[in-house]
Every structure is written in structure tokens, then in C-alpha cells.
């Protein structure tokens, strides 16, 4: 199993920098890949940015140039350096990792979710 928790959030001016931290515990060396996404209230979860165990990385239109993924050796954290940061980068934002696990002789993809950690840009 995999554990996430989040951490890095707070409130900060337009144009203003954060970084954003998901710390992972449990079978870290199982997963493939780590993604951040927000949720604006009435609107659906988006993805930000994501990256593989291969370091490929891929970018919301939205945050290209701004914003870049990155982790630590072994999957123990992943970080999201948002700088630039506009009022609409306001939202609850969450780490999500997908790894596999072997069940009755079989692999198997499973993804599991932090909490989420709050991000609020004002003008």
C-alpha cells in the first residue's frame, strides 16, 4: 500500500511562489507515477502536472512555464513548484499516485489520493 500526504500550501499575492510537497510512505518503490490536481469549487478535478517513473513530464496548458513537477530518488517526494501564480491557480490541490501491486498472481494498477492542501492566490 501507498500512503500521500500533502503538504506546502497557504495563501500568497499574484505572482507570487510556492512549493508544494507530497510525501509518500508504504510501498513507494511500486509506484509509476505522481500526479498534482486541483479543484476549483463548483468544478471538476483537473489535472496540473504529472510525472513518470521515467521523469517524463506532462503540463496543464494552464501552467506551462510556471509551474514544474519534480521528485526525489525513490518516489519518497514529489514537489510542485508553482511560481508566477495567478488568482484562477486558487483551489484545493492533491497529489495522486498510481503504482501497481500483485494480487493472486496478477498486477494490478491501483491509485490512491492525499488529502488535498489549500492554495490561495489573491490579487
Known amino acids: 500500500q501507498v500512503q500521500l500526504v500533502e503538504s506546502g500550501g497557504g495563501l500568497v499575492q499574484a505572482g507570487g511562489s510556492l512549493r508544494l510537497s507530497c510525501a509518500a510512505s508504504?510501498?513507494?518503490?511500486?509506484?509509476?507515477?505522481t500526479g498534482w490536481y486541483r479543484q476549483i469549487p463548483g468544478k471538476q478535478r483537473e489535472l496540473v502536472a504529472s510525472?513518470?517513473?521515467?521523469?517524463?513530464?506532462h503540463y496543464a496548458d494552464s501552467v506551462k512555464g510556471r509551474f514544474t513537477i519534480s521528485r526525489d530518488i525513490g518516489w519518497n517526494t514529489v514537489y510542485l513548484q508553482m511560481n508566477s501564480l495567478k488568482r484562477e491557480d486558487t483551489g484545493v490541490y492533491y497529489c495522486?499516485?498510481?503504482?501497481?501491486?500483485?494480487?493472486?498472481?496478477?498486477?494490478?494498477?491501483?491509485?490512491?489520493w492525499g488529502q488535498g492542501t489549500l492554495v490561495t492566490v489573491s490579487s
Open positions: 495522486k499516485a498510481e503504482y501497481s501491486k500483485v494480487v493472486g498472481g496478477t498486477d494490478i494498477d491501483l491509485e490512491v
Open positions: 510525472i513518470t517513473n521515467r521523469g517524463i513530464a
Open positions: 508504504g510501498s513507494t518503490d511500486s509506484i509509476f507515477s
